[in-house]
C-alpha cells in the first residue's frame, strides 16, 4: 500500500503563494493508496519539504512520488484535492475553519530594502517611506498597525502579487517590501547584491503551517502528516532547508494553539 495505515487519497500542494481557496470540498468516497505532493515549481523550498513528507509517509522509492511544477487555482475549485496548503500564515480567523500542521517557518513580518540602502537600518526608518505590500494579506494588516506606530505614517503601496512590488523595489520605485521574514530572506538570498533583509523583524511573531480540514475523514492523513513534518523538524532536516532557501533557521513550535492575531 502506497499510504500504508492510510485509506483515504489526500493530495498535499506545497505552492508558494496560493492561499486563497485553499482547502477544496471532500473527495474521500473513494479509497485511495497514493499521495501526491502538487508543488509550485521544483526550484524552492517547498518543493523539498513536500518530498520529505511524501517520502516519510509512503515508506516507498522517492521515484515513485508523483510530483507537479504548476497547479492552478481552477484546479483547486474543481474539486480535484483534498488537502492544500500554501503555506499560509496561522491565525486565529483560519485556525477555526481549517487544520493547521506543525509550523515550518516563522512568518513574522519584515522589510526588504535595496542592497546598500543607507536610510533605512531598522524597522522604524521606514516612516513616512513608499513600502510595498500584498493586497489583503495578513502583512499588510501588520504594515498598517506598525504605520500608526511611526511618528510619519507608512506610504502603504499595495500590490496584487509580491513579484510586482520586488521589481519595483529593484526600480528604485517603493523604498521597501514589507513581507513575511522567510520570504524576503528567500528573494534577498536568490538576488546578493540586489536586495537586503531589514532586522530584526516588527509587529506579532506568527508562523507558516500547511492548511488542511479538520473534519473527521481527514484526521487520519493530517495525523500523518504532523507526524512526518515533526520527524523532519527532530532530524534537522528542517533546519538543513531553512538554513539552504532562507539563509538563516527558525525556532518554531511544534504546533500553534493561540496565534497572535
Known sequence: MFLKGLSRRAVLNVSAGLIAGAVAGPRLARAKTRITIVTGGTGGVFYPYGGGIAKILSETPTDRIVRT????????????????AGPATITKKRMERYRF??????????ILKKAGDKTINKPEDIAGKK???GKATAQLDQLKEFSETLP????????????ESYADLAAGRIAGVANSLPNIAFVAKQREGTFE??????GKKSYFGFIGLKDADHAPLMDAI??????????????????KWFGATFDTPDSVKDPAF
Do not use: C
Open 152 to 163: 510619519t505614517k507608512v506610504d502603504i503601496r499595495e500590490y496584487p502579487a509580491f513579484t
Open 131 to 133: 513600502i510595498g505590500v
Open 69 to 84: 511544477a504548476q497547479l492552478h487555482a481552477s484546479a483547486n475549485e474543481a474539486g480535484k484535492f483534498d488537502v492544500v
Open 226 to 243: 504532523d507526524a512526518a513534518m515533526l520527524k523532519i523538524k527532530a532530524d534537522g532536516r528542517m533546519a538543513t532547508l531553512q538554513k
Open 197 to 202: 533583509v531589514v532586522l530584526p523583524p516588527f
Open 101 to 110: 500542521t506543525p509550523p515550518l517557518a516563522e512568518a513574522t513580518i519584515a
